[in-house]
């Protein structure tokens, strides 16, 4: 089975500050990682994903992770976040082999301050 | 890109009530489609996965009879709240893989609040 933690349940940060937002996740099979955002009320919408190559994936809105399989890590990063930044993240991990099935990490809520 | 829609998106039931939500694939066709449940300030939970053509597969723990899944065709899946109780208030998302299948595509969820 895979689990994932997300270490910061809130990040508060100041506009074009750098973000960081910890996933750590555990696995005994191949998986794929994920990181969604949902703004209030809405879906899940995908930011980006890494399933083998480059450890480090770009993704939408500026937004990159990169995938360090000894710390089993997929932290996600942004050199400057915006107010339109705020919102809740989640980290979520599928086997490699089913990948319809999604873990969801606890959530981040990003919280940019003017 | 792929849309994935629910309905209703809001709904308000009295206690002992059911409520049937829709999840639909508007551009692709979905053979497999997954419930999640999500309380507030929380994560998506996993409910179960929907099988079009067949029973779906619950997730330990999620009661079968109480959230009914029914995948009737490959674009429509259903799930029915049987006889609501105020601690069945929630989230409920919908998601439907593409043809690609690391992709998946989330519906905008449907809150259900029951009084």
């Known amino acids: 089975a895979q689990s994932v933690t997300q270490l910061d349940s809130q990040v508060p940060v100041f506009e074009e500050a750098p973000v960081e937002l910890r996933c750590n996740y555990s696995?005994?099979?191949?998986?794929?990682l994920f990181w969604y955002v949902q703004y209030p009320n809405q879906g899940l919408q995908l930011l980006l994903k890494?399933?083998?190559?480059?450890?480090l994936v770009k993704g939408i809105n500026g937004f990159e992770a990169e995938f360090n399989k000894s710390q089993t890590s997929f932290h996600l990063r942004k050199p400057s976040v915006h107010i339109s930044d705020t919102a809740e993240y989640f980290c979520?991990?599928?086997?490699?082999?089913?990948?319809?099935?999604?873990?969801f990490g606890q959530g981040t809520t990003l919280q940019v301050k003017p | 890109g792929a849309v994935v829609s629910q309905h209703p998106s809001w709904v308000i039931c009295k206690s002992g009530t059911s409520v049937k939500i829709e999840c639909r694939s508007l551009d692709f066709q979905a053979t497999t489609m997954f419930w999640y449940r999500q309380f507030p300030k929380q994560s998506l939970m996993l409910m179960a996965t929907?099988?079009?053509?067949?029973?779906?597969?619950?997730e330990q723990g999620v009661e079968k009879d109480k959230f009914l899944i029914n995948h009737a065709s490959l674009t429509l899946s259903t799930l029915t709240v049987t006889s609501a109780h105020p601690e069945d208030s929630s989230f409920y998302i919908c998601?439907?893989?593409?043809?690609?299948?690391?992709?998946?595509?989330f519906g905008p969820g449907t809150r259900l609040t029951v009084l």
């Open positions: 696995s005994s099979v191949s998986v794929y």
């Open positions: 998601s439907a893989p593409t043809g690609l299948r690391d992709t998946q595509y």
């Open positions: 890494y399933l083998s190559g480059s450890t």
């Open positions: 979520a991990v599928s086997e490699a082999s089913n990948t319809g099935k999604l873990i």
């Open positions: 929907s099988n079009e053509g067949s029973k779906a597969t619950y």
